[in-house]
């Protein structure tokens, strides 16, 4: 599953609020969240199942993780994973000003994002078929 949301990029008047060795920047990728403590959904298999699929389809990502030393935000990824047990990521396009009324992001990444989830559309819909026709064959 894709929890699809936004990722804090550098923010060139707040550069501090990032981590200098983690950082995220507009039009140059989906960002894939972790955390530590599961404040995003992410963890190592879905991470590695969609860094592949990217690489198949040259779509750039970044990752990004919440400082250390402060308080971040979470998405509802987690929330909905708590009830189901399937594999999930939390991906995000990068921007500025978050929750202000002057949001900002790449037009690249959107079309990154876009392109991402009608691939992973089309692969869940073959899945679906070869599930289906292997149901039907037994």
Known sequence: MLSCDNAHAV????????????????????????????????DGVSIAIFR????????????????SDMEGGSTLGNIAMSQVSM????????????HSA??????????????QCHLVSVVYLKWLAIKKSKICLS
Do not use: W
């Open 11 to 42: 923010h060139p008047n707040h550069p501090d609020k990032t981590d200098k060795n983690n950082c995220v920047y507009m039009n140059e990728g989906i960002v894939v969240k972790s955390h530590a403590g599961q404040k995003y959904t992410s």
């Open 52 to 67: 592949d699929i990217c690489k198949k389809v040259n779509i750039p990502i970044q990752f990004f993780a919440n400082r």
């Open 87 to 98: 594999n999930a990521i939390d991906i995000g396009l990068p921007q500025l000003a978050m």
């Open 102 to 115: 002057y949001e900002t992001a790449g037009v690249k990444d959107c079309y990154y994002m876009m392109k």
